[in-house]
């Protein structure tokens, strides 16, 4: 009833940009907001980005402010985020994220279905 389906994410330099999409096949409810999330090897889940169903509202994570920036297109059900100025402690894998709420998510608890997962490192 719902597929979430990541593509992007790679290997790039420190300083360069990468850019993840994330397609939601949504049948079971209508509006819904959709972030991502982050987790490096033993370390919990770290919130990166959201974005209300509209997409009116956008929230981020303090260590990605200002270099990373959600979107989302509501007609293809796709959320984009696209990274810039990439640095090595971004080094992850990120997972997108559907939550049944339209506005106000942030923590992990409050999405309900989730990506395969995408691999992003970032080197010097």
């Known amino acids: 009833q719902v597929q979430v389906v990541q593509s992007g994410g790679g290997l790039v330099q420190a300083g360069g940009s990468l850019r993840l999409s994330c397609a939601a096949s949504?049948?079971?409810?209508?509006?819904?907001?959709m972030g991502w999330f982050r987790q490096a090897p033993g370390e919990e889940r770290q919130f990166v980005a959201a974005?209300?169903?509209?997409?009116?509202?956008?929230y981020y994570g303090d260590s990605v402010k200002g270099r990373f920036t959600i979107s989302r297109d509501i007609a293809k059900n796709t959320v984009y985020l696209q990274m810039n100025s990439l640095k090595v402690e971004d080094t992850a894998v990120y997972y997108c994220?559907?939550?049944?709420?339209?506005?106000?998510?942030?923590?992990?608890?409050?999405?309900?279905?989730w990506g395969q997962g995408t691999q992003v490192t970032v080197s010097l």
């Open positions: 994220a559907v939550s049944k709420w339209a506005d106000y998510v942030t923590q992990p608890s409050e999405f309900d279905y």
């Open positions: 949504i049948r079971t409810f209508s509006s819904y907001a």
């Open positions: 974005i209300s169903w509209r997409a009116e509202n956008t």
